[in-house]
């Protein structure tokens, strides 16, 4: 389609917003279709943005699609976000919200070529679980604490065993807790 090249060659969608937690630019959903709505009515095409709720096995997640058209040719481009009900500070609603946003701007990235390589949002900004400093930690110590997580099955007995480690030793140790914490959290 001849018609969309243009728009993907004429469309400028800057990163015009800012995230003052993580210090970066970056460009919304709405943004890219502010600087789209005038080369549309230019070019004589129209984009319409549907979503989609779906899962795989226990994973729930928005799939957007956009489709642009000049009546004549379709063109269309997806995208998925995954949608965590249990998201700090959000409802249910806002969490779904959100999903669909990050989705559909992904779906209009593709569509659109609109690259995101650097921003910060196309990254898994997850931080790495910190790893104990063992050196402080005798082997034998260390080992017996390895031993015993492997045989915890539940939170409460997890945290109970937290609370025997003696403190100056905590936090060296905490992310082999925290990696038996998302054990537990899966498995539940």
């Keep these: 389609m001849e018609k969309l090249i243009k728009i993907q060659n004429e469309l400028k ?3 015009n917003q800012y995230n003052s937690f993580g210090k970066y630019k970056y460009r919304s959903c709405e943004d890219i279709l502010e600087a789209l709505k005038p080369l549309l009515l230019i070019h004589g095409c129209t ?3 549907q979503d989609e709720v779906k899962s795989v096995g226990e994973m729930v997640f928005v799939e957007a699609k956009a489709t642009i058209t ?3 040719t379709i063109m269309h481009a997806t995208a998925q976000a995954g949608i965590n009900p249990n998201k700090k500070g959000m409802d249910i609603s806002q969490s779904f ?3 669909s946003s990050y989705a559909r701007k992904y779906a209009l990235n593709g569509l659109f070529l609109i690259d995101d390589t650097t921003e910060l949002d196309s990254k898994d900004n997850t931080q790495e679980p910190s790893k104990p400093n063992i ?3 005798p082997n034998e110590e260390l080992k017996e604490i390895t031993d015993n997580l492997a045989g915890i099955e539940d939170m409460e007995s997890l945290n109970n065993y937290f609370k025997t480690i003696p403190n100056p030793n905590r936090p060296q140790i905490k992310s082999l ?3 038996k914490k998302i054990q537990l959290q ?3």
């Design 186 to 188: 899966k498995a539940s």
């Design 177 to 179: 807790f925290t990696g």
């Design 70 to 72: 000049d009546g004549e």
């Design 13 to 15: 969608a800057p990163k």
């Design 47 to 49: 984009v319409v943005i």
């Design 135 to 137: 050196q402080t930690i």
């Design 97 to 99: 919200g959100s999903s």
